[in-house]
């Protein structure tokens, strides 16, 4: 029997969206023989609420484990677990993107999961590659919750309202321009897409169709005219109205849906995670969004698709629970019960058999089965995962800002692609 634990967005984010919250759970009338054990994850309010009615149904299957869950809104998550990490005050149970693994395992703040496989932590229920995923220099540190792959999310309804036929099932980055201006002329006050000069993602996607891999040990992969030749890319799409003003998408960093132009009725087009379609933009508009595949580079079929997990499970290397917390961990990722009561929030479970689970459930929404469609044909075409480096997070915000300063006119598209490679490879060589 399926039982779903419902918490309010009071009960998950207690004190505001800036302050942990934490709720503990448990079964009335069973005294709690260990623990705390602490269970810290991140996400928008939607997200808090389905994974702590899984971690809540645990607390009920062990009424002899004290289990704490502790929600903090994506954007107040990584200064919130870094200072705690650093304090000696983290969850037992941390939830870490792709990006921040490596830097906590390799300063030792992850317990290495290895030797917990196969008790409790079932490692044959992913696939290798997929387990792989969560390896820092060989060594297993993260459990991935579900695969995430890029994908294109588009308003289809605003197209029809446009009179614009349908987009091409795939095509390059000149083709995606043409259209996108072709959005503008429509209707002025709407634009092509979000403005993807910012996105560090989707310049690496470029290099990961070559096969070449946006990091390297301590530089980048990128020269200086490539970065210029993407800046100017964009610039150009500025200057036709096929993507957004630089004051437009200044408002969206990337995280904030609500805030970004897709959802605000101001283009079509938002390259995105195969999981945010569902969990982030479509709940924030009544308009009907679709996913398709992201242009490719000019003279390739394959816009560079790589995996990567929506976000993994590690083990705070502190833990006074470790053996509790793994096994607590191993459920709310494999188990069909747990993967039931999560469906695609994250999007497509990780493991086999709660991927199995999520595809048997009869009330699949549309939108969570445009996401399954679109990312089993892009895992079907994907590329090896190129490295994750540390420093990733500090070049990103480079990249964003150096796209703004051409967006505004501070600075021409040379310069700008000069102080990213210099100021990017420093970043990298001190992270």
């Not at 419902?6 to 260990?34: I, M, Y």
Request: proline residues 6%; negative net charge; glycine residues 10%.
């Amino acid at each position: 029997m399926n039982r779903r634990f419902n918490l309010s967005r009071r009960s998950v984010l207690l004190g505001g969206t800036a302050a942990l919250g934490a709720l503990a759970l448990g079964t009335t009338g069973a005294r709690a023989q260990t623990g705390p054990v602490r269970f810290g994850i991140f996400g928008n309010a939607e997200k808090l609420a389905i994974r702590g009615n899984s971690v809540a149904r645990y607390a009920e299957l062990h009424p002899e484990i004290n289990v704490v869950y502790e929600g903090v809104p994506s954007d107040a998550w990584p200064d919130k677990i870094a200072a705690m990490v650093a304090g000696g005050n983290a969850p037992d149970v941390i939830t870490l993107s792709s990006g921040d693994l490596e830097q906590y395992a390799t300063r030792e703040a992850l317990e290495p999961l290895d030797d917990l496989i196969p008790d409790p932590i079932r490692g044959d229920l992913f696939e290798t590659a997929v387990l792989d995923l969560g390896r820092v220099n060989g060594t297993l540190y993260g459990l991935p919750i579900a695969v995430s792959i890029q994908g294109m999310g588009y308003n289809q309804s605003a197209i029809e309202r446009l009179g614009l036929d349908a987009p091409p099932e795939s095509w390059n980055y000149d083709d995606f321009a043409l259209y996108c201006a072709e959005v503008h002329k429509a209707d002025s006050s709407m634009y092509g897409c979000h403005d993807g000069g910012a996105r560090l993602g989707d310049l690496g996607m470029t290099l990961v169709a070559q096969g070449r891999t946006l990091f390297t040990e301590n530089e980048l992969g990128v020269s200086v005219d490539e970065v210029a030749a993407w800046l100017e890319y964009w610039n150009k799409m500025r200057e036709t109205g096929a993507t957004v003003p630089p004051d437009l998408q200044a408002q969206f960093t990337g995280t904030e849906w609500p805030n970004s132009p897709l959802v605000r009725g101001r283009a079509i087009f938002a390259n995105m995670a195969s999981q945010d379609l569902a969990g982030g933009y479509q709940a924030l508009t009544t308009d009907t969004l679709g996913m398709m595949a992201p242009p490719a580079p000019v003279g390739s079929d394959n816009p560079g698709y790589f995996p990567r997990p929506t976000s993994s499970l590690t083990l705070n290397a502190r833990s006074n629970f470790k053996q509790e917390a793994a096994h607590l961990m191993d459920w709310f990722v494999s188990d069909p019960e747990s993967a039931s009561i999560l469906g695609l929030v994250s999007g497509p479970p990780a493991s086999r058999p709660a991927l199995e689970a999520v595809l048997a459930l009869e009330d699949i929404s549309e939108v969570d089965q445009k996401v399954l469609r679109h990312s089993q044909a892009a895992l079907a075409q994907a590329n090896p995962a190129p490295p994750v480096h540390r420093g990733e997070r500090a070049v990103n915000d480079l990249m964003r800002r150096v796209n703004e300063n051409v967006g505004f006119g501070a600075y021409g598209v040379q310069q700008a692609a000069e102080e990213f490679v210099n100021q990017g490879n420093a970043l990298l060589r001190r992270a």
